[in-house]
């Protein structure tokens, strides 16, 4: 097998010639192409390895592909698409593509339309959307154009692929626990549904039933307490500064999300009330702050880092050329911190 003269470009016939496959086989490897076995993938990254073969962008890009992902997120601001982002950029690390990022301005659908059309005019090769408020309509339009990952919906659909946490098995998980911990009175956060037609998809619509569900359960139903504001710092700070007018007061509030249980936080401490001793305080994401001693955020994990690895991972697949749809789910866990704790006799 011979090397090839440094003072040029290796190319992918050299690639080919030193792993002493195909150079189909090469290019298989290099789109990521469904059905690639681990053995070729290890011998053709190998040889690009020791060449330091770089594949030409703009050749590619001419061939119909950009080796890019456009990611679509409601917006920066939450530290759990952090998780979500790192784990996808691991997975296609190694693989040709870079990850583009764009904001689609919260709740909006209009705007999130305008963010797909963005990444879409730019010929991205996948999008991966996360938390989308669009209609599963206009999903599967944009999966019809460009292969697309949905993150965080809980539809059913051939045209993409879903990948989602059990949101009512993690909406249990938090009210056993605060009941296990003694608590009746207890109150929940959510975010308003802005998806008309099947709300049911969306994660808070599911983590609100599931409160309301396993209260009544308990014998609670009188005690249910709902604050619609959003899955924001904001509106966490504003459903408790509301919950907490209430007669009676709640001795422990379940923010869907932990940027939401963040600002509940500041606002019962700017009422003078102490946490976990008057109100217990429970989040959603258990992303990476929250476990900061000065913070110690009891929250559902659903592990952000696998589900963007997983959605990476699935791109790729679909890029490569399968088109069966595929749903994976993560299984939550309760992380217990010292935001809540055994409920003071009445």
Known sequence: MGTPDRRRRVTITD???????????????LRNAYGVSAAMRAKVQAAIDELGYRPHNAARAMRGRTFTIGVLLPHIRNPFFADILEGLVAEISGSGYQAIMVQSGGRDPAAERRGSDALVDRQVDGILTVAPVSTKAQLEALAKSTPTVVLGRHDRSALYDC?????????ELVVEHLIALGHRRIAHITQKDTLSGRPAALLQTIR??????????HGLARHIALAVTSY?????????????????????IFAGADQAASGA?????????????????AGYD????????????TSVDQDGAIMGRTAGRLLLERIGGRTAA???SVNPTLVTRRSTGVARPP
């Open 15 to 29: 690639v080919a010639c030193h792993a002493q496959v195909s150079t189909t086989a090469v290019s298989k490897v």
């Open 163 to 171: 990948v989602l946490a059990d949101d009512e098995a993690g909406a």
């Open 208 to 217: 609100a039933r599931t409160y309301e569900r396993v209260m009544a359960e």
């Open 232 to 252: 924001s710092e904001e509106g966490g700070y504003a459903g408790a500064r509301d919950l907490l007018t209430r007669d009676p007061r709640p001795t422990a």
């Open 265 to 281: 936080l500041a606002a019962i401490h700017e009422a003078g009330l102490a946490v976990p001793g008057d109100v217990s305080v």
């Open 286 to 297: 258990n992303s990476r702050v929250i476990g900061l001693a000065h913070i110690s955020l």
């Open 326 to 328: 595929v749903r994976f």
